[in-house]
């Protein structure tokens, strides 16, 4: 199972709703640019139990946005190539707890993972 959260990262806790098997994405940014359609969108219990709220939004919306976070110039070259061309988008991120995870975005954009590199 994966855990079902709640968009409130006013004060940076996590919440739980319960379990569910994903949680699902509007695929539009704050500010409407998107690049890359995130489909459903799951979190592994691993993720879940250390990142919060604030740290799973803020990375998807850098990820839909074609901001890859800290990967190296090829794997952003690679990422931008596979935005163009419908292949795997991985992006990396810190938390705000100094605790890095990935993003992955499937080639055919049905689903996208949030989970720890050990999960992998």
């Keep these: 199972m994966i855990s079902h ?3 409130d990262p006013s004060d940076g806790s996590k919440s739980r ?3 569910s098997d994903f949680v699902s994405s509007n695929g539009f940014s704050i ?3 998107v690049i890359l359609m995130l489909g459903r969108t799951a979190i592994t219990h691993g993720a ?3 990142l919060t709220d604030y740290d799973i939004n803020n990375a998807l919306i850098r990820h839909k946005t074609g901001d890859w976070g800290n990967v190296t110039e090829r794997d952003r070259n690679s990422n931008d190539n ?3 061309l419908g ?3 991985i992006s990396s991120y810190v938390s705000t707890d100094g605790v890095k995870f990935w993003i992955i975005t499937e080639q055919d954009r ?3 993972a949030i989970l720890l590199p050990d999960e992998y």
């Design 5 to 7: 959260y709640e968009n």
């Design 82 to 84: 596979a935005v163009k």
């Design 87 to 89: 292949e795997r988008a």
């Design 31 to 33: 500010d409407g640019n």
């Design 17 to 19: 709703l319960g379990h």
């Design 48 to 50: 879940r139990d250390v």
């Design 110 to 112: 049905s689903s996208t």
